[in-house]
């Protein structure tokens, strides 16, 4: 069965951490999604990957293809960045299946 | 570019009544989708399509019809609602290098 799976489900951290956010899948993939929805918003695409590491601004994404796992940084945290953040997976059927989001809360 | 619009935002519909859930986009993507996200969950796929004229079934395609007569239309309509279709519903649609574009959500309570 194709599965995703994110830790941890809920991560409070004071501002200025390094946060990292963990997924990993059951199977081989065509690539990898991470997602970001504010409380009551939309969701946004942060990165997609099929390899290595993508780096937009303070938010780093990278992905192991042979441990099946891929993690979400984020450096010099800040209250804005308190989101669920969700890892979605193409198992190359070319629909996605869907973590449970990890809940990240930034205090000041 | 207005992106995915999904209409209404906010609906209540008593069991057994029928609605349509609006979703366009105006980026020309032939994939379209429908998903809902319930507590808990992640989110599940409702229906998807290809391109004008061909829709599929996803993972949770019972009580919900799609069909898409254009490329920028998309609308799922629920045939007799049930309080187990309360939800929040996103429709989203992908590019070509598979990136994907969310609508703002429409969140359903069925009472």
């Known amino acids: 069965k194709n599965e995703v799976e994110q830790s941890p489900q809920n991560l409070t951290a004071q501002e200025g951490e390094f946060i990292t956010i963990n997924c990993s899948y059951s199977?081989?993939?065509?690539?990898l999604h991470w997602l970001q929805q504010h409380p009551g918003g939309g969701i946004v695409s942060l990165f997609m990957?099929?390899?290595g590491k993508k780096k937009h601004g303070r938010l780093i994404a990278t992905i192991n293809i042979q441990e099946k796992h891929s993690s979400l940084h984020i450096t010099a945290s800040h209250p804005r960045d308190s989101a669920v953040y969700i890892c979605?997976?193409?198992?190359?059927?070319?629909?996605?299946?869907f973590g449970t989001g990890t809940r990240l809360t930034i205090i000041p | 570019n207005a992106g995915v619009t999904q209409t209404p935002k906010f609906q209540v519909l008593k069991t057994g009544q029928s609605m349509t859930l609006q979703c366009a986009q105006d980026?020309?993507?032939?994939?379209m989708s429908w998903y809902r996200q319930d507590p808990g969950m992640g989110l599940r796929l409702i229906h998807y399509?290809?391109?004008?004229?061909?829709?599929d079934q996803g993972e949770v395609p019972n009580g919900y019809n799609v069909s898409r007569s254009t490329t920028e239309d998309f609308p799922l309509r629920l045939l007799s609602a049930a309080p187990s279709q309360t939800s929040v519903y996103f429709c989203?649609?992908?590019?070509?290098?598979?990136?994907?574009?969310f609508g703002p959500g429409t969140r359903l309570t069925v009472l």
């Open positions: 399509s290809v391109g004008a004229g061909i829709t």
């Open positions: 990957l099929s390899s």
């Open positions: 980026m020309n993507h032939e994939y």
């Open positions: 979605a997976v193409d198992f190359g059927n070319e629909k996605l299946t």
């Open positions: 199977v081989g993939i065509s690539a």
């Open positions: 989203a649609s992908r590019n070509y290098a598979n990136e994907q574009f």
